[in-house]
C-alpha cells in the first residue's frame, strides 16, 4: 500500500509523517526506515526507526531511487514500512509526473508486504487523478 500526505511547502506534512513513524513504532513488530534528503530529523525520530539520508547515494532520477528502495527491502526481511519525506526531492521528480514511480512502489508493496508513506509537496488538486484514492492526510 502506498500512502500520501499532501500539502504545499511549509504546511506541516514532516512534522505529520514524523508522529504517524513514532505512533506506528510501538505498534508494529516489524521494521521501519525513513528517508530524508538530510539528517536533520534524527533526533525527532525513535531510535529504533532506521534513517537514511538519500542525498550521500548520489541519485540523479527516479530509476535509481527505486533502485535504492529495492536495495533496502532486499536487506531486511522484515522492513514491513517505510517513509519518504520530501519524496519529489529524494526521488528527483519535482516538477514531473510521479505516477510511474508511484506505481512502481505500489508493485514492490504488493510483492513485499511493505507499505509506503510519502510526504509529497503539492495541493490535493495538483495530483494526477490516479493519486486521490491514496491520500492519508491533505494539509
Not at 9 to 37: F, M
Not at 101 to 130: H, N, Y
Request: proline share 1%; charged share 25%; aromatic share 6%.
Amino acid at each position: 500500500m502506498v500512502q500520501l500526505i499532501v500539502g504545499n511547502k511549509g504546511k506541516g506534512k514532516t512534522k505529520q509523517l514524523l508522529d504517524k513513524v513514532n505512533s506506528e513504532i510501538k505498534e508494529i513488530s516489524g521494521n521501519i526506515v525513513y528517508l530524508d534528503k538530510s539528517t536533520k530529523h534524527m533526533y525527532e525520530l525513535n531510535n529504533r526507526v532506521r534513517l537514511i539520508d538519500v542525498s550521500q547515494y548520489m541519485i540523479e532520477n527516479s530509476s535509481e531511487f527505486i533502485g535504492l528502495v529495492c536495495g533496502i527491502i532486499s536487506q531486511d526481511h522484515d522492513l514491513q514500512q517505510m517513509y519518504f519525506d520530501s519524496f519529489l526531492k529524494i526521488a528527483c521528480l519535482e516538477g514531473q509526473d510521479i505516477t510511474a514511480t508511484v506505481d512502481k512502489l505500489e508493485s514492490l508493496s504488493k510483492r513485499f508486504d511493505v507499505t509506503f508513506i510519502l510526504s509529497v509537496s503539492m495541493d490535493e488538486s495538483e495530483l494526477p487523478a490516479g493519486m486521490k484514492d491514496k491520500v492519508l492526510i491533505s494539509l
